[in-house]
C-alpha cells in the first residue's frame, strides 16, 4: 500500500525480516475441567508462542484460574480431560514439579516466599545448590544474585524477604522462576497488589525477559489498559469457555467488553482503555464548551458532583468526544475536520438558553472550531459564562 509515495508494509510486524517469528511452545487442546456441580472449563483451545505475552481477561469466576491451574500441574493429569502439548510433547503432569522441570512455572497471587529467609534461600528453596546434606551457599548466592540482575533487583541475595516491599518480592518471584530455567511464566493477578510505579516496573521487566530471553508469558489481569498495553494477544474467558481471542486491537472495543463484563451501569472506553462512570439524572443545567482534552477534567467533575450538562460544539474525532458521550446529557458534534456549521451552532445556542450557567475550558479558537467563540460572546452578554 502506498499513500503520497510512502510505502506502507502490509505483512505483520513479527514476520517481517528482522523479526522473530517464535515457535509454538503450548497448545492446549479441548480442556474441560469440572467440580462437583460445576464445569469450571468446557473444551477450551489456545496455543502460545515463545516470545508473547497472552493475557487471560474475564469476570471472576470464569475459569482463569482453573486453567492456569490446569497448565501447571495444581490440578493434576486425570482430574481434566483434554491434551496438554507443551514444546511438541503431550505432558502430563501429576504435580508441579512435574511442570517446573519442563520448564513452566506458575507465580500464585499469593506470594510462596518466606519472611525471614534471604532472598537467596527463597529462590532455590527445594532446589538448593550443592550436595546433600551440603549446601554450597557462595553459588547459591552467585546464581540468584545473576537472576536478581535480569529482572532489575539492585538488592544482595542475603537481604532478607522481609526487608524488601511486595513489588520487589514480585520480582523475586520472577527471578526465582528464570532460576528454575522457565520457559513459560504463568503469573495470576501478579499486578493486584502492586502500585503504580511497581506494576509499571514489573510489565517491563516482563517485555524484557520476552524480547531478550525469549520467555513465554501467559498471565491473568483485571486492569484491562494494562492488558491492552502489555499484551500481543488477549484470551477472553467467558462463562466457561475461551469465546474469543485476539489482539488487543482485536479484542478491546466498547461494544466487546461491555459484553464479556455484562457492563450495564457507566461504560468502557476503549480509546482510553478506561471506564466511565454513569451520565447524572436530570434535566441539564451546565453547557461545557471543550475540545483538545481539555473539557475532560470537566466532565468527570460534573459528574462526581452530579450535575447533568450538556458538551458542544465538539468534532467526533476530538480527544474528548468520547468521555462526553459518556458522561454527558447530550452532545453536540461536528464530524471530523469540518469546521462548525451554523446548523450546529444554531442549536447549541438554544440549548444553551436553557442552561443556567456556560462553562468555557478553551481559550483558542482554530479555524474548525471557530464558531465556539460565538458561543462563549453569548454566553458573556447572557451573564452565564464560567471559564476553567
Given at each position: 500500500?502506498s499513500?503520497?509515495g510512502?510505502l506502507?508494509?502490509?505483512?505483520?510486524l513479527k514476520?517481517?525480516?528482522?523479526f522473530r517469528?517464535?515457535?509454538?511452545?503450548?497448545e492446549?487442546?479441548n480442556?474441560?475441567?469440572t467440580?462437583?456441580?460445576?464445569?469450571?472449563?468446557?473444551?477450551?483451545?489456545?496455543?502460545?508462542?515463545?516470545g508473547?505475552i497472552?493475557?487471560?481477561?474475564?469476570e471472576n469466576?470464569?475459569?482463569?484460574?482453573?486453567?492456569?491451574?490446569?497448565?501447571?500441574g495444581?490440578?493434576?493429569?486425570?482430574?481434566?480431560?483434554?491434551?496438554i502439548i507443551y514444546d511438541?510433547e503431550?505432558?502430563?503432569?501429576?504435580?508441579?514439579?512435574d511442570s517446573e522441570?519442563?520448564?513452566?512455572v506458575?507465580?500464585?497471587?499469593?506470594?510462596?516466599l518466606i519472611?525471614?529467609?534471604?532472598i537467596?534461600?527463597n529462590?532455590y528453596l527445594?532446589n538448593e545448590?550443592?550436595?546433600s546434606f551440603s549446601?554450597?551457599?557462595?553459588?547459591?548466592?552467585?546464581?540468584a544474585?545473576?537472576?536478581l540482575?535480569i529482572v532489575?533487583l539492585?538488592?544482595?541475595?542475603r537481604?532478607?524477604?522481609?526487608?524488601i516491599?511486595?513489588?520487589?518480592?514480585?520480582l523475586?518471584?520472577?527471578?526465582k522462576?528464570?532460576a528454575?530455567?522457565a520457559k513459560?511464566?504463568?503469573?495470576d493477578?501478579p499486578?493486584?497488589?502492586l502500585d503504580?510505579r511497581?506494576?509499571?516496573?514489573l510489565?517491563s521487566?516482563?517485555?524484557?525477559?520476552?524480547l531478550e530471553?525469549?520467555?513465554?508469558?501467559?498471565?491473568?489481569?483485571?486492569?484491562?489498559?494494562?492488558a491492552q498495553k502489555?499484551?500481543d494477544?488477549?484470551?477472553?474467558v467467558h462463562?466457561d469457555?475461551?469465546e474469543?481471542?485476539?489482539t488487543p486491537?482485536?479484542i478491546?472495543?466498547?461494544?466487546?467488553?461491555?459484553?464479556?463484563y455484562?457492563i450495564?451501569?457507566?461504560?468502557?472506553?476503549?480509546s482510553?482503555?478506561?471506564?466511565?462512570?454513569?451520565?447524572?439524572?436530570?434535566?441539564?443545567?451546565?453547557?461545557?464548551?471543550?475540545?483538545?482534552?481539555?473539557g475532560i477534567?470537566?466532565?468527570?467533575?460534573?459528574?462526581?458532583a452530579?450535575?447533568?450538562?450538556?458538551?458542544?460544539v465538539?468534532h467526533?474525532n476530538?480527544?474528548?468526544?468520547?468521555?462526553?458521550?459518556?458522561l454527558?446529557?447530550e452532545?453536540?458534534?461536528?464530524e471530523?475536520?469540518e469546521a462548525?456549521?451554523?446548523?450546529?451552532?444554531e442549536?447549541?445556542e438554544?440549548?444553551?438558553?436553557d442552561?443556567a450557567?456556560?462553562i468555557c475550558?478553551v481559550?483558542?479558537?482554530?479555524?474548525m472550531n471557530?464558531?465556539?467563540?460565538?458561543?462563549?460572546?453569548k454566553a458573556?452578554?447572557?451573564?452565564?459564562?464560567?471559564?476553567?
Open positions: 500500500m499513500t503520497g510512502i506502507i508494509p502490509l505483512v505483520p514476520e517481517k525480516e528482522g517469528l517464535g515457535k509454538v511452545l503450548l492446549m487442546k480442556i474441560t475441567k467440580f462437583p456441580g460445576v464445569k469450571a472449563l468446557d473444551n477450551v483451545n489456545l496455543k502460545v508462542e515463545e508473547e497472552h493475557a487471560l481477561v474475564g469466576g470464569a475459569g482463569k484460574s482453573t486453567l492456569m491451574n490446569v497448565l501447571s495444581v490440578y493434576t493429569y486425570g482430574t481434566y480431560e483434554g491434551d511438541g503431550v505432558c502430563k503432569f501429576n504435580k508441579i514439579k522441570e519442563k520448564g513452566i506458575i507465580i500464585h497471587q499469593e506470594l510462596a519472611p525471614y529467609m534471604t537467596g534461600e529462590m527445594g545448590r550443592g550436595k549446601i554450597n551457599w557462595n553459588e547459591t548466592y552467585g546464581e544474585d545473576k537472576y540482575k532489575g539492585e538488592e544482595s541475595s537481604t532478607l524477604i522481609k526487608d516491599g511486595v513489588g520487589k518480592q514480585q523475586v518471584e520472577i527471578a522462576a528464570l528454575k530455567h513459560l511464566l504463568i503469573l493477578e499486578t493486584s497488589f503504580i511497581h506494576k509499571l516496573e510489565l521487566i516482563l517485555k524484557k525477559m520476552v530471553h525469549h520467555t513465554a508469558v501467559l498471565m491473568s489481569l483485571h486492569e484491562l489498559d494494562l502489555i499484551s494477544y488477549v484470551i477472553c462463562g469457555r475461551i474469543k481471542y485476539g486491537e482485536e478491546f472495543t466498547s461494544e466487546y467488553i461491555h459484553h464479556l455484562g450495564t451501569t457507566g461504560s468502557y472506553n476503549a482510553f482503555g478506561c471506564l466511565e462512570m454513569g451520565a447524572p439524572a436530570g434535566k441539564p443545567q451546565v453547557f461545557v464548551i471543550g475540545g483538545n482534552g481539555k477534567p470537566v466532565y468527570r467533575k460534573l459528574q462526581r452530579g450535575i447533568p450538562f450538556i458538551a458542544g465538539i467526533s476530538d480527544l474528548d468526544y468520547d468521555v462526553a458521550k459518556a454527558a446529557a452532545v453536540i458534534s461536528e471530523p475536520f462548525v456549521t451554523e446548523e450546529h451552532l442549536k447549541a438554544k440549548m444553551m438558553d442552561c450557567e456556560v475550558c481559550d483558542k479558537f482554530g479555524t471557530a464558531a465556539n467563540r460565538r458561543l462563549v460572546e458573556k452578554r447572557d451573564g452565564k459564562l464560567k471559564t476553567e
